[in-house]
């Protein structure tokens, strides 16, 4: 079998754990023993319910959380053995909040990485128009300051400063989750469509079961931090695994992909 | 003679008095702000040192100005000149604030933001240069506000040790009970207080985002 790094999935847990500290013995589990591959050039879609784990597993792919046992290969490289710092500018972050720097405007908030980067100023600017016309935004955007925008170009702008230094992963721990539905369906398609032309990388945790059909090429269903099956949308909608049909029920009929 | 011409009669004493105090309150909060600064942020990338530094800060507010004046006066080189006292006392005094501020200011930016920062892959200090304090700065500043204000009030008392200032006017109209010259030291202070509050309120606002 080819090993060469390219045919190597972008990320691997074997066995990884992760506890929270509680005294002495009383450590929560949040994740137990998870062993996922997420293949380069896919979207895997984390669904799961509160507490299911998902968002844990997100930020150990970032080294935001450490695992406390098990290895998680980033990039065929054990996370530990990367520097972090490089591990998460390789790797495009966008989360339900948004979280732009409110002092600056949004051409700064997108050049940021690229800034801290040390790329010269006129490449930034380049990156930033292209960056704008991507997520769908209007080039008068760039000097505007986040509170200025509404909901769903805060979160374009999020996906736009994620994207900034090309990263070939992205996470995204529920992005649409605070916008109303059209805006959401909206950025949904249009999610669609940059993957369609960047085919990067992406993890994407949801509790959305409409969503993880819509996005996804693969779903890796979670509970009580353990995963309980990885399929594509069409095994899913035919699975009769107890927790996929409980999901599919609680969604009501007229599921597609 | 009125108030307004026996201040005018003797502006030349009371301007140098104002000058004195001003440069006890300068260099006092000046110093506090040095370290006053520095430690608030080290006790938000070390909550361990939380309580101690709080702590510490907080004991020495609760120490009588007059009591430190005292507690300060056989330290050597400290209380062999009234001003060099004067002026450690009233930074030690300013520094609770300026603690409780930075930390509360950096503590206070949006959790959103610190860690979409993190994760974007920002070192601790770009995200406390580039991000938190600028965005902790009107609090920071409030409390430079509020220890200049303290200073302000506080080194009328250095008078009384002999480090100068407008106190001195005070404590000799106390003396000689005369309200004239209470008032000729009180009203540069109080005026001096206000200004400070005035102008650090107004960079306050014009340093806080949004």
């Known amino acids: 079998m080819n090993n060469s790094p390219n045919t190597r999935p972008a990320i691997e847990f074997r066995y990884v754990s992760y506890r929270v500290n509680g005294d002495g013995d009383a450590g929560r589990e949040l994740l137990h023993d998870l062993n996922l591959e997420v293949q380069r050039g896919e979207t895997l879609v984390l669904l799961g319910r509160s507490g299911s784990g998902k968002t844990t597993t997100l930020k150990l792919i970032n080294h935001l959380l450490t695992p406390s046992s098990g290895e998680l290969l980033v990039e065929t490289r054990p996370t530990r053995d990367w520097d972090v710092i490089r591990l998460r500018r390789t790797i495009g972050y966008v989360i339900q909040e948004v979280g732009l720097f409110p002092h600056f405007t949004v051409e700064h908030n997108i050049g940021l990485v690229p800034k801290i980067e040390n790329w010269p100023a006129e490449r930034i600017r380049a990156r930033v128009g292209e960056l704008l016309e991507l997520v769908g935004l209007a080039p008068e955007i760039a000097s505007r300051y986040p509170r200025e925008l509404s909901g769903g170009q805060r979160q374009r702008v999020g996906v736009a400063r994620a994207l900034a230094a090309d990263p070939p992963i992205l996470l995204m721990d529920e992005p649409f989750g605070a916008l109303d539905l059209i805006t959401r369906v909206e950025l949904q398609r249009e999610f669609l469509n940059l993957q369609k032309r960047l085919c990067k990388t992406v993890v994407f945790v949801t509790h959305d079961l409409r969503e993880a059909l819509l996005l996804g090429t693969r779903i890796a269903l979670m509970e009580a931090g353990r995963l309980v099956t990885v399929q594509t949308p069409e095994e899913f909608l035919n699975s009769t695994e107890p927790l996929a049909t409980a999901y599919k029920d609680a969604f009501g009929g007229d599921l597609r992909i | ?210």
């Open chain 2, 1 to 210: 003679m009125s108030l307004w011409q026996f201040m005018v009669h003797n502006h030349t004493e009371i301007l140098e008095l104002t000058l004195e105090h001003l440069k006890l309150v300068g260099i006092s909060t000046f110093l506090a702000v040095l370290v006053g600064i520095p430690l608030g942020i080290l006790i938000t990338r070390w909550p361990a040192l939380n309580k101690p530094v709080l702590g510490g800060a907080n004991i020495i507010q609760t120490i009588p100005s007059l009591a430190l004046f005292g507690f300060l006066l056989p330290a050597p080189w400290i209380g062999a000149r009234a001003d060099r006292l004067a002026i450690l006392a009233l930074a030690l005094y300013a520094l609770l604030p300026l603690i409780r501020n930075t930390y509360a200011g950096i503590q206070g930016v949006d959790r959103a933001i610190v860690e979409a920062g993190r994760g974007m892959g920002m070192t601790d200090c770009q995200l406390l240069f580039h991000v938190e304090l600028p965005l902790a700065l009107g609090v920071i500043i409030a409390g430079v506000r509020v220890a200049t204000v303290i200073s302000v009030g506080l080194a009328t008392i250095a008078a009384a040790i002999g480090a100068g200032g407008l106190g001195e006017y005070i404590f000799r109209g106390l003396a000689m009970v005369n309200n004239q010259v209470i008032l000729a030291g009180a009203i540069p202070a109080a005026a001096m207080a206000l200004l400070a509050d005035v102008s650090l309120g107004w960079l306050e606002k014009r340093l806080s985002p949004g």
